[in-house]
C-alpha cells in the first residue's frame, strides 16, 4: 500500500522559514520523480517544485529563489525547504510523484503565512 505522509507544516509570520517532509513508502522512491503540490482555499491544487531522478529540480515562478526540493533517497523521503514565505505561500502542500496518482495523495500538511 502506497502511503505519503506530509509533515512540518505550521502558521509563520511573512519573512519566516518552514522545512516540509514528506515520508514514503509503498514505492521504488529512488526512481520515481518526485513533487510538491500546493492547494489554497479556493483554488485549484498547483505544482510548486520537482526534482528528478537525478537530481535535477524545477520550480514555479513564484517560489523560485525561495524554496528548494531536495530528496533523501536512503529515507525515501523528500523535502521542501521554504524561506521568505509570503501570505500569498498559504496553502495545504501535498506531496506525489510525477506524473502524480489521485491514490497516492495524502492528508497534505498547512502552512499558513500571516503578514
Known amino acids: 500500500q502506497v502511503q505519503l505522509v506530509e509533515s512540518g507544516g505550521g502558521s509563520v509570520q511573512a519573512g519566516g522559514s518552514l522545512r516540509l517532509s514528506c515520508a514514503t513508502s509503498?514505492?521504488?522512491?529512488?526512481?520515481?520523480?518526485m513533487a510538491w503540490y500546493r492547494q489554497a482555499p479556493g483554488k485549484q491544487r498547483e505544482l510548486v517544485a520537482s526534482?528528478?531522478?537525478?537530481?535535477?529540480?524545477n520550480y514555479a515562478d513564484p517560489v523560485k529563489g525561495r524554496f528548494t526540493i531536495s530528496r533523501d533517497n536512503t529515507k525515501n523521503t523528500v523535502y521542501l525547504q521554504m524561506n521568505s514565505v509570503k501570505p500569498e505561500d498559504t496553502a495545504v502542500y501535498y506531496c506525489?510523484?510525477?506524473?502524480?496518482?489521485?491514490?497516492?495523495w495524502g492528508r497534505g500538511t498547512q502552512v499558513t503565512v500571516s503578514s
Open positions: 506525489n510523484t510525477i506524473p502524480f496518482y489521485r491514490e497516492y
Open positions: 526534482i528528478g531522478v537525478g537530481g535535477a529540480t
Open positions: 509503498g514505492i521504488i522512491f529512488s526512481i520515481n520523480p
